[in-house]
C-alpha cells in the first residue's frame, strides 16, 4: 500500500524566510498522483498542487514552488518570503492509478510564520 | 462555482447517540468521499462512492458507521452509536472522476463525543 511520509512536524519561520516543506512517498504502481493541500485554522484542506507521476517539471506559482524527484520519490514544497497567512498545516497526499483513487495523507506539517 | 457543502459545521453528542452528517458534492462530480481526520492527524478514507454505487469503504467501522448516497448526489453519513474515539472532523469531498482526479473538499464536521 502506499505511504507518504512528513518527517516535519513543525516549522516556525519568520515573516520573509523562505522554507521549504518534505514529503516522501511509496508506491509499487507506476502511474500515480501527487498532492499539497493546505489546512489553515479553518478547517478546510485548500488544494493547491496536482502533479502525475509522468511529469517531473518542477512548477512554480506565485510564492510557491514545488520539487518533484522520482529518483528520491520525493515532492518538496517551497514557500519563497513567507508570509504570515501562510501559517497552515500542509498536507502531502498520493493516490494510486489502479487503487480507484484512494489518497493517501501524510501526518502534516505545521508551518508558523511569526511577524 | 459552488464547493462542496457539509452541515452541521459542529456537533457535540454523548457517546452511545447517534449523529449525522450531510453533504453535497460539486455540481457535475460523480465521485464523493468520506474522510475521518482525528486531530494531529492527516485525513483517512471512510469510504467512497462513484455515483450511487460504493467503490471502497474497507476502512468504515461497519459496526456503527453506515452512509449512502441514494441518487448520487447527496450523501450522508451516520455514526449510531457514537463512541468517545469518534471525536474527530469528518470531511466530505468530491472529483470529476475516480481516477487521478483532483479531490476538492468541504469546510468538514467538527464532531465531539462526551
Known amino acids: 500500500a502506499q505511504k507518504v511520509t512528513q518527517a516535519q512536524t513543525e516549522i516556525s519561520v519568520v515573516e520573509k524566510e523562505d522554507v521549504t516543506l518534505d514529503c516522501v512517498y511509496e508506491?509499487?504502481?507506476?502511474?500515480?498522483?501527487l498532492f499539497w493541500y493546505k489546512q489553515p485554522p479553518s478547517g478546510e484542506l485548500v488544494f493547491l498542487i496536482r502533479?502525475?507521476?509522468?511529469?517531473?517539471q518542477n512548477e512554480i506559482s506565485g510564492r510557491y514552488s514545488w520539487n518533484f524527484q522520482k529518483s528520491t520519490s520525493s515532492f518538496n514544497f517551497t514557500i519563497t518570503a513567507s508570509q504570515v497567512v501562510d501559517s497552515a498545516v500542509y498536507f502531502c497526499?498520493?493516490?494510486?492509478?489502479?487503487?480507484?483513487?484512494?489518497?493517501?495523507f501524510g501526518a502534516g506539517t505545521r508551518l508558523t510564520v511569526k511577524p | 462555482e459552488a464547493g462542496v457543502a457539509q452541515s452541521p459545521r459542529y456537533k457535540i453528542i454523548e457517546k452511545r447517540q447517534s449523529v449525522a452528517f450531510w453533504c453535497n458534492p460539486i455540481s457535475g462530480h460523480a465521485t464523493l468521499y468520506w474522510y475521518q481526520q482525528i486531530l494531529g492527524q492527516g485525513p483517512k478514507l471512510l469510504i467512497q462512492?462513484?455515483?450511487?454505487?460504493?467503490?471502497?469503504d474497507s476502512q468504515l467501522p461497519k459496526d456503527r458507521f453506515s452512509a449512502e448516497r441514494l441518487k448520487g448526489v447527496d450523501s450522508t453519513l451516520k455514526i449510531q452509536p457514537a463512541k468517545l474515539e469518534d471525536s474527530a472532523v469528518y470531511l466530505c469531498a468530491s472529483s470529476f472522476s475516480p481516477t487521478g482526479e483532483t479531490q476538492y473538499f468541504g469546510p468538514g464536521t467538527r464532531l465531539l463525543v462526551l
Open positions: 508506491t509499487r504502481d507506476t502511474t500515480y498522483y
Open positions: 502533479r502525475n507521476s509522468f511529469d517531473e
Open positions: 462512492f462513484q455515483n450511487n454505487g460504493v467503490v471502497d
Open positions: 497526499a498520493l493516490s494510486e492509478f489502479y487503487n480507484n483513487n484512494d489518497m493517501r
